[in-house]
């Protein structure tokens, strides 16, 4: 399994827009191979003494953190699947928007290494 995990601030006030826009985003992103998508909205926050999600993305007072993951069978479905939603004219249209600032956005790419449930 792969996932593709996210750490991303959005103005607190824009919850339901962000949530809405994040929907249509991982069912663009389902039809391309994602077999499972997650948004969590932050709460109770702590700036912390050294580093923390706030920290990690220059998170204003008026901004929450939202901290996503996607699940793909593999690597290769993962990238297939990011080159297929950025060609998706539907993509074009939900990105004009300006809830996310992508140059604070955390991306990172990781191989399961244990799920125990």
Known sequence: MHIDGFVI????????EYASS??????????????????????????GDITSFPRAVRAAEDEAIVFSWMEFPDKATAEA???????????????????????????????LLLDVQ
């Open 9 to 16: 601030p959005v103005k607190a006030s824009r919850k339901d």
């Open 22 to 47: 994040a929907k249509r985003i991982l069912d663009i992103y389902r039809k391309h191979g994602a077999t499972r998508c997650v948004e969590c909205w932050g709460e109770g926050m702590d700036q």
């Open 81 to 111: 699947a990011h080159k297929a939603v950025w060609e998706d004219p539907a993509m074009a249209e939900i990105m004009s928007d300006d809830l996310v600032d992508g140059k604070r956005m955390i991306m990172g790419s990781f191989d």
